[in-house]
């Protein structure tokens, strides 16, 4: 049996078998078979499920649970995702063998996020049985549509009455040093598609035909003007964006038959999806267009309070940092694992995450293994 006292000292060691394993989104297999045989010591009862299929499948899932022989007290959950996004071409060194040069462990998903699993199970190792009930909730896809992964993982805790009183999800938050800036929000997406159809016909007869880019421009030019709101305490303000714009013409000669935009809205928790997709159709209809639409996640919100306040100290103690609590940048998992438990995202800096030579620093793997350690303790029974 694979002595706890040694996985908790090598976090290092745990980041480079996880990195060895190759796990393009969507994650199946040997990464998972890493991960399994390093919580099973450890007193885990592992549950792996695959479910979907292409093209957002088939995806991985893992959940892992450790309850005390008693009471099980209250319960903490880790969670994060093991796929990595490709890793492109012009590397120093192949992304899927991990090597340390210098102060730098270099591979891909050493910050997003193999090195913070590697610290939860570090920690996990450090933390004693009885001090409550500790989960890791870990999906093979995140990366990617994210259809079968987190959400799946939610509907079987919902279903065996699993779900945790807190959750930390270990996305690389740091910017300038580690535990700089911790998220306790996310915007949330959506993506809409815009299409005006008109009637095909020659530029010289234009009363025989209806071109439909006049329109599309109108619809575009009223969405552009549109003001969602001037942000919140916690949030900055709501945006659209254009992002593409296509007709597909070929001869300068012929009004096309049709024009169509995208557009995508990042929005602050003054909005839902839905709504924003009524407010674009009420536009878009009366000047002649069709609005299909795709929600990547809601917005939300876990309030300052128990949890950001755990992580906070656990920071200050271990680095000295004072951490700023954000909800800037893109989307997470956190959207989904929000809807059943108080959630908040810290991690690694993540100046390399998606880069090429991405790498983290060596140090830092211990000290967050530490801060993970600290803000479990204290979650489960007061005390770090």
């Known amino acids: 049996m694979t002595d706890t006292a040694t996985i908790a000292a090598a976090p290092l060691d745990l980041a480079s078998r996880l990195i060895a394993c190759e796990s393009v989104t969507p994650a199946t297999g ?27 499948g088939p995806v991985e899932n893992l959940f892992a649970i450790r309850r005390p022989l008693g009471d ?18 012009g590397w120093a060194s192949d992304p899927f063998v991990p090597e340390v040069r210098g102060d730098l462990l270099h591979g891909r998903g050493a910050v997003d996020m193999k ?80 299409r005006v159809a008109g009637q095909q016909g020659h530029v010289a007869y234009p009363h025989l035909a209806d071109n439909p880019i006049p329109k599309l421009v109108a619809i575009l030019s009223a969405i552009e003007a549109v003001v969602l709101d001037e942000g919140t305490d ?14 597909g013409n070929p001869a300068h000669n012929v009004i096309p038959a ?10 602050n928790d003054l909005h839902s999806g839905e ?14 267009g069709t609005v299909e639409a795709k929600i990547s996640g809601e917005a939300f919100l876990t309030p300052p309070g128990e949890l950001s306040g755990l992580i906070v100290d656990a920071i200050r103690a271990e680095t000295g940092v004072e951490t700023e609590l954000s909800t ?57």
């Open 30 to 56: 040997a990464v998972f078979d890493c991960l399994e045989a390093m919580l099973e010591p450890l007193g885990f009862a592992v549950t792996r499920f695959v479910c979907g299929e292409a093209p957002d």
């Open 72 to 89: 099980p007290g209250r319960h903490f959950a880790f969670a994060g995702h093991l796929d990595v996004v490709p890793p492109g071409k």
């Open 115 to 194: 090195g913070s699993i590697a610290s939860f199970v570090a920690a996990a190792a450090d933390i004693p049985r009885e001090a409550g009930t500790l989960s890791l909730i870990i999906t093979g896809d995140e990366e990617g549509p994210a259809i079968y992964g987190t959400r799946a993982l939610i509907d079987l805790m919902l279903r065996e009455g699993t779900v945790p009183d807190l959750c930390l999800v270990g996305e690389p938050t740091s910017v300038n040093r580690l535990g700089d800036m911790v998220k306790i929000g996310r915007r949330g997406s959506v993506n809409m598609w815009i």
């Open 275 to 288: 709504s924003l997709i009524q407010r674009i159709r009420a536009i878009a209809e009366p000047l002649g």
């Open 234 to 247: 916690w949030f900055q303000p709501s945006n659209i964006e254009v992002t593409d714009l296509h007709v």
């Open 328 to 384: 800037t940048g893109g989307t997470s998992d956190a959207r989904f694992l929000s809807r059943i438990c108080p959630v908040v995202e810290f991690g690694l800096c993540n100046a390399t995450m998606h880069k090429l030579d991405e790498a983290v620093a060596v140090a830092d793997l211990d000290v967050l293994a530490r801060i993970y350690r600290r803000v479990a303790l204290a979650a489960l029974v007061g005390t770090s």
């Open 258 to 267: 049709a024009a169509e935009a995208r557009i995508s809205i990042r929005f």
